[in-house]
């Protein structure tokens, strides 16, 4: 069975600083894998998705994740972190065997970190 | 607007009580997924629609949670006989195909008492 973990449900960086939320993951068979963003009472939004080629992903707002098989790892990073940036961040990864799934199927998410950026 | 609208956005609900949740997915639309996210936790599949067929109920936790997308478009969740276990916020997501990214709606946030 699949499973998502993040670690660090709180995560908290200066305005300007890196940003390294991680996500570690157990597929039997290479996944699709995502990162998500939630802001309060909002819905989720799609930063990147990795499904295959290239094995850094670049996203939106400035967002990339390696993806790593040696380490099962789907770390999330930005450079320099913005005041905007606060929101929580969900992991997820998707079965490409899944007859509907293709990129986007069942996702199974991780429990998510909550980012907090300081002034 | 053109995104996924969900109502309603808050219910409260008795314990015992029946609910519907609501999900109206971008227009054109064919897969659609609900999600259960408890507090403090990420998002669990529930069930997924591609036009009116229910494709997939295997995470609807029991036979209490029922799901409907009659003509393909808006899509019901119901929960009957309501739990405390049931709150949470649900999430209802489309996509245009099979293999596209999914557009989440806001979630509406079930509270049970």
């Known amino acids: 069975a699949q499973s998502v973990t993040q670690l660090g449900s709180h995560v908290s960086v200066s305005e300007g600083a890196l940003v390294l939320l991680r996500c570690n993951y157990s597929?039997?068979?290479?996944?699709?894998l995502f990162w998500y963003v939630q802001y309060p009472n909002q819905g989720l939004q799609l930063l990147l998705k990795?499904?295959?080629?290239?094995?850094l992903v670049k996203g939106i707002n400035g967002f990339e994740a390696e993806f790593k098989k040696s380490e099962t790892s789907f770390h999330l990073t930005k450079p320099s972190a913005h005041m905007s940036d606060a929101a929580e961040y969900f992991c997820a990864v998707s079965d490409r065997r899944s007859p509907y799934g293709g990129s986007q199927g069942n996702l199974i998410f991780g429990k998510g970190t909550k980012l907090s950026v300081k002034p | 607007g053109a995104g996924v609208s969900q109502s309603p956005r808050y219910k409260v609900a008795k314990r015992g009580q029946d609910v519907a949740l609501r999900c109206d997915p971008i227009?054109?639309?064919?897969?659609l997924f609900w999600y259960q996210q408890a507090l403090g936790q990420g998002p669990e599949f529930l069930t997924y629609?591609?036009?009116?067929?229910?494709?997939?109920k295997s995470g609807l936790p029991s036979d209490r949670f029922f799901a409907e997308r009659p003509e393909g478009s808006v899509s019901t969740l119901k929960i009957q006989r309501t739990q405390q276990e049931d709150s949470a916020v649900y999430l209802c997501a489309s996509s245009p195909s099979v293999n596209t990214e999914a557009f989440f709606g806001q979630g509406t946030r079930l509270t049970v008492v």
């Open positions: 227009s054109g639309h064919v897969s």
């Open positions: 629609f591609q036009n009116e067929a229910q494709l997939d």
């Open positions: 597929s039997s068979v290479p996944p699709y």
């Open positions: 990795y499904t295959t080629g290239a094995t």
